[in-house]
């Protein structure tokens, strides 16, 4: 049984920074493609945020800001969000799949083969 579960979403101000932390258990990290972090706020698409597998992509709203990582020994991935904006504010989701998919083919979460709840990040402005 495969579990993923995201940390680290909360309130901050515009400007700050945050962490999310994304723990996969079940099945080796290693041997998903694919690992990326979604986005969705109220009333609008999901957003692919940022995804890694023999490269790195980002949406271009947050080029320059976030950066995504992985760990493959402790089984974890990783979001760091500095300089955040109200725009941000949406509820994250840690996705993981074991063939690749480019972010325009992998779009929502349906499209990878696990998720987890999301966390929920809130930017003051």
């Known amino acids: 049984q495969v579990h993923v579960v995201e940390s680290g979403g909360g309130l901050v101000q515009a400007g700050g920074s945050l962490s999310l932390a994304c723990a996969v258990s079940g099945r080796a990290l290693i041997d998903y493609a694919i690992v990326g972090w979604l986005r969705q706020a109220p009333g609008l698409d999901g957003e692919v945020v940022a995804t890694m597998s023999h490269s790195r992509y980002y949406a271009d709203s947050v080029v320059g800001r976030f950066t995504i990582s992985r760990d493959n020994a402790l089984n974890m991935v990783y979001l760091q969000m500095n300089k955040v904006k109200p725009e941000d504010t949406a509820v994250y989701y840690c996705?993981?799949?074991?063939?690749?998919?480019?972010?325009?083919?992998?779009?929502?979460?349906?499209?990878?083969?696990?998720w987890g709840q999301g966390t929920q990040v809130t930017v003051s402005s």
């Open positions: 996705v993981v799949r074991t063939a690749d998919c480019s972010a325009y083919n992998c779009r929502l979460r349906e499209d990878y083969d696990y």
